[in-house]
């Protein structure tokens, strides 16, 4: 592959690569960044991608790789940035500053329990998708949602929020 | 609400899926860079041929020659 024909395979998944790095990590900035990175690790692996098989689902694991590296070292204060419309509850009587306390407490979970959870509660993705995505079996996922969710009940009774 | 409505609540799903600028000459400078540097074993390895030439003249030749 010279870089013509991979300048033609960036414009064609680039949307879809930022796409899915978005839902991750959902900073702008970062996933464009990412998405670069991940394209990056593409063109040094090209060698190894087999042409039989289909493009998106490869680019999606390693757009995954990139993300997860990105949550494990992205500093806390900066993770609270959620660069996505204002949280906003459909119930009246949950204040934003739960809201606040809803997103802190869920940037606190473990990156791939983060990731599992926001891509399968939060984004609704399919969750084969998911499981390709991460590299691990549709049960696995299912796990990581649910210790994610278990994790954040805890972690919100320990503010004082009762759900 | 229970924890997944208050997680949909404070973290809506995103909506802005397209990268707001071309990437492409991010991606296309990364290549090039790529392309034009020098590993720096590489330069550590010429470094130490050079010093080895220098101390001992006469192996050049036979580096030379297996060249």
């Known amino acids: 592959m010279d870089v013509d024909d991979f300048e033609a395979l960036f414009r064609d998944y680039q949307g879809e690569v930022y796409g899915w790095i978005m839902r991750i990590v959902r900073d702008?900035?970062?996933?464009?960044?990412?998405?670069?990175?991940?394209?990056?690790?593409?063109?040094?692996?090209?060698?190894?991608?087999?042409?039989?098989?289909?493009?998106?689902?490869?680019?999606?694991?390693?757009?995954?790789?990139?993300?997860?590296s990105h949550?494990?070292?992205?500093?806390?204060?900066?993770?609270?940035?959620?660069?996505?419309?204002?949280?906003?509850?459909?119930?009246?009587?949950?204040?934003?500053?739960?809201?606040?306390?809803?997103?802190?407490?869920?940037?606190?979970?473990?990156?791939?329990?983060?990731?599992?959870?926001?891509l399968a509660l939060i984004e609704e993705q399919k969750y084969e998708d998911i499981a390709a995505a991460l590299g691990i079996s549709v049960g696995g996922v299912k796990s990581r949602v649910f210790r994610a969710v278990r994790m954040l009940r805890k972690k919100l009774e320990r503010v004082g929020i009762r759900p | 609400m229970n924890e997944e409505q208050l997680l949909k609540a404070a973290l809506p799903p995103v909506k802005d899926l397209e990268p707001g600028r071309d990437l492409w000459p991010a991606m296309r400078r990364k290549i090039d860079e790529q392309t034009i540097r020098v590993p720096i074993w590489d330069w550590a390895l010429i470094a130490a041929v050079l010093a080895w030439i220098a101390i001992f003249p006469q192996s050049a030749l036979a580096l030379f020659y297996h060249l």
Not at chain 1, 41 to 68: C, G, Q, T, Y
């Open chain 1, 28 to 68: 702008r900035t970062a996933a464009e960044d990412l998405t670069v990175e991940t394209f990056w690790r593409i063109w040094k692996a090209r060698s190894r991608f087999d042409p039989k098989r289909e493009f998106a689902p490869w680019a999606r694991r390693i757009a995954s790789n990139v993300a997860l």
């Open chain 1, 71 to 118: 949550l494990r070292h992205r500093p806390r204060e900066i993770s609270l940035i959620v660069d996505v419309p204002a949280a906003q509850a459909a119930d009246p009587a949950v204040t934003s500053d739960t809201l606040t306390r809803v997103q802190r407490a869920f940037r606190e979970l473990p990156p791939k329990l983060q990731a599992a959870a926001t």
